[in-house]
């Protein structure tokens, strides 16, 4: 699984120009407990697809990682960061620019974000250019975005589920 992930960020950036490019891997957080907080950490299952998220980027050399300031989405790429020796960077995914700002400050290297149901189809949107993809189902905790951009509006996305 690893060397398919390998190639299809292979395939993805090759389908861009020769310009400088940056890919970025987005994936909602793993499966939640329902405890009726705002704030909920990751269940039994969600543990494990954070475990099976840092197998499956182990390959990859990630130069940074991006999580929304909760702690199930922390928890769902601080495998993958600790693997990486690499702090988790918090961001607001409503935030304006934080993808142009990334993009900019991490220009032709592997960037991980995590967010929710509700903003990486938003984050993928906008790295294309085209509303492709809607609000995930409450259920779906197992997409993998991998968005090759020269820049905001031109990437080019291959999702895959693990």
């Not at 310009?19 to 704030?39: C, M, N, P, Y």
């Not at 909760?70 to 918090?90: C, G, H, L």
């Amino acid at each position: 699984m690893k060397k398919i992930v390998f190639l299809l960020v292979c395939v993805a950036g090759a389908l861009l120009s020769n310009a400088q490019s940056t890919t970025f891997i987005l994936v909602r957080h793993a499966e939640k407990v329902e405890d009726g907080s705002k704030d909920p950490a990751l269940t039994k299952e969600g543990i494990q697809r954070s475990m099976k998220l840092k197998e499956l980027l182990v390959s990859q050399e990630i130069n940074a990682v991006y999580s929304t300031p909760y702690a199930r989405t922390r928890a769902t790429v601080a495998p993958t960061a600790k693997a990486n020796d690499m702090e988790v960077t918090e961001y607001k995914p409503m935030e304006k620019g934080f993808l142009k700002e990334t993009l900019d400050k991490h220009l032709g290297e592997t960037v991980l974000i995590a967010g929710h149901s509700n903003t990486i189809p938003d984050l993928v949107n906008e790295l294309i250019g085209d509303k492709k993809y809607s609000q995930l189902d409450e259920n779906d905790y197992n997409y993998l975005f991998i968005v090759t951009v020269t820049e905001i509006g031109q990437g080019k996305e291959v999702v895959i589920s693990y």
